[in-house]
């Protein structure tokens, strides 16, 4: 094999793409041919920088712009994509929502007398009966003496006995009038 | 050693510093224009093999070339880079 045609397979020695019988072929001349090594060599390393090289990578989003302007999406889709936007905007955006919701909600809870009585536990729904002792009033009224200091009005009393006496309205008005 | 150097040894980059970043990009800048500059038909077989790793049959079933046709052009490809790329080279 001339040294022409060994490095025309040089490439392919590197890349183990030979068959059999031309590797051996190769190997038989580079053993002998220290030109051929040297260009083996140069190759290899050309081989190693080009292995090292890394691919160009577009900018993120680059794609799906260009994919936009090529195919304009229409105006529903636009509006599915803002509204369920991915998960890592829409997460806090919702956890946010919700302690706005939840400071606005204790604000108005404390705010307003009508939902201070709201937030209040109801009185019992069942209505008392009148002669029971719940249907005093429980603000105004003075509570009722004891049973066994109570008095009661027995006939023939002081009251009775001694019942108050009547005013003469008329001589209260004209002095010496008669009715 | 002083507890400075034990700093500047920690925190220094393991894989070479500015110098060797700056050289490393200055060498793929080289190699993309001397890819860019080959002939079509040698630079779309070197990028098919070296840059996204197919096989030879895959490149000729790709371009419906024979494997003897990928052979040698991608042996040229590589020798004009190799010409292109002599003072990165050790």
Redesign the interface.
């Given at each position: 094999m001339t040294c022409s045609e060994t490095?025309?397979?040089?490439?392919?020695w590197l890349?183990q793409?030979l068959d059999a019988h031309e590797r051996e072929q190769v190997e038989a001349h580079l053993a002998g041919c220290p030109e051929c090594r040297r260009e083996l060599e140069?190759?290899r390393?050309?081989?190693t920088?080009?292995?090292r090289?890394?691919?160009?990578r577009a900018p993120v989003g680059f794609v799906d712009r260009v994919m936009g302007e090529v195919y304009p999406a229409p105006w529903y889709r636009k509006l599915g994509r803002l509204v369920f936007q991915p998960l890592s905007v829409k997460l806090p955006l919702e956890a946010g929502a919700m302690v706005v919701i939840a400071i606005l909600g204790v604000y108005l809870l404390q705010g307003t007398p009508e939902m201070k009585d709201a937030a209040r536990p109801d009185v019992p729904a069942v209505a008392p009966r009148p002669d029971s002792r719940q249907s005093r009033c429980r603000h105004h009224c003075p509570r009722p003496p004891p049973r066994h200091l109570r008095q009661r009005a027995q006939p023939g009393s002081r009251k009775e006995r001694h019942p108050l006496p009547v005013r003469n309205v008329s001589a209260t008005i004209w002095p010496g009038a008669r009715i | 050693m002083r507890h400075g150097e034990e700093i500047l040894l920690r925190v220094a980059d393991p894989h070479g510093g500015p110098d060797t970043g700056a050289e490393r990009g200055e060498?793929?800048a080289a190699?993309?224009r001397a890819i860019a500059e080959l002939d079509e038909d040698r630079r779309v077989v070197?990028i098919l093999?070296?840059?996204e790793g197919l096989?030879?049959e895959e490149i000729a079933s790709a371009l419906g070339i024979e494997l003897g046709t990928v052979?040698?052009r991608?042996?040229r490809a590589?020798?004009d880079?190799?010409g292109k790329?002599e003072r990165?080279?050790?």
């Amino acid at each position: 094999m001339t040294c022409s045609e060994t490095r025309d397979l040089l490439s392919a020695w590197l890349d183990q793409a030979l068959d059999a019988h031309e590797r051996e072929q190769v190997e038989a001349h580079l053993a002998g041919c220290p030109e051929c090594r040297r260009e083996l060599e140069g190759l290899r390393s050309t081989v190693t920088v080009l292995s090292r090289v890394e691919h160009p990578r577009a900018p993120v989003g680059f794609v799906d712009r260009v994919m936009g302007e090529v195919y304009p999406a229409p105006w529903y889709r636009k509006l599915g994509r803002l509204v369920f936007q991915p998960l890592s905007v829409k997460l806090p955006l919702e956890a946010g929502a919700m302690v706005v919701i939840a400071i606005l909600g204790v604000y108005l809870l404390q705010g307003t007398p009508e939902m201070k009585d709201a937030a209040r536990p109801d009185v019992p729904a069942v209505a008392p009966r009148p002669d029971s002792r719940q249907s005093r009033c429980r603000h105004h009224c003075p509570r009722p003496p004891p049973r066994h200091l109570r008095q009661r009005a027995q006939p023939g009393s002081r009251k009775e006995r001694h019942p108050l006496p009547v005013r003469n309205v008329s001589a209260t008005i004209w002095p010496g009038a008669r009715i | 050693m002083r507890h400075g150097e034990e700093i500047l040894l920690r925190v220094a980059d393991p894989h070479g510093g500015p110098d060797t970043g700056a050289e490393r990009g200055e060498m793929e800048a080289a190699l993309h224009r001397a890819i860019a500059e080959l002939d079509e038909d040698r630079r779309v077989v070197v990028i098919l093999r070296d840059l996204e790793g197919l096989s030879y049959e895959e490149i000729a079933s790709a371009l419906g070339i024979e494997l003897g046709t990928v052979r040698s052009r991608l042996h040229r490809a590589r020798m004009d880079l190799k010409g292109k790329m002599e003072r990165f080279l050790p």
